[in-house]
């Protein structure tokens, strides 16, 4: 499986960005995807993930509200829609994939390359 992630960018503080990680290959293998982010000196955190067949969803608590998950099983691509960004969800966003319905650094299988979101006070 190769997953291919989009969408990164500056935005000021308040603004909102859409990420997608489009999956190709050995899709059928796929048990969830998820987005996780890694900041500068902090270790990488799973921010959002959803299951690929259910379609339930994680959020960690500080997004809670304010980025949504979603996956179009058609493209085989998972969305992360973010709104009321502030900089301290700047970070390197990827997107991987678990064979099972878990996510954790443990259980990704499958990475995409990161995309960089800075948000700016």
């Known amino acids: 499986v190769q997953l291919q992630a989009s969408g990164g960018g500056l935005v000021q503080a308040g603004g909102s960005l859409r990420l997608s990680c489009t999956a190709s290959?050995?899709?059928?293998?796929?048990?969830?995807m998820g987005w996780f982010r890694q900041a500068p000196g902090k270790e990488r955190e799973l921010v959002a993930g959803?299951?690929?067949?259910?379609?339930?969803?994680y959020y960690l608590d500080s997004v809670k509200g304010r980025f949504t998950i979603s996956r179009d099983s058609a493209k085989n691509t998972v969305y992360l829609q973010t709104s009321s960004l502030k900089p301290e969800d700047t970070a390197v966003y990827y997107c991987?994939?678990?064979?099972?319905?878990?996510?954790?650094?443990?259980?990704?299988?499958?990475w995409g390359q990161g995309t960089q979101v800075t948000v700016s006070s």
């Open positions: 959803i299951a690929w067949n259910t379609a339930s969803t």
């Open positions: 991987g994939a678990s064979r099972t319905m878990i996510l954790n650094l443990n259980n990704i299988v499958y």
């Open positions: 290959g050995r899709t059928f293998s796929i048990g969830a």
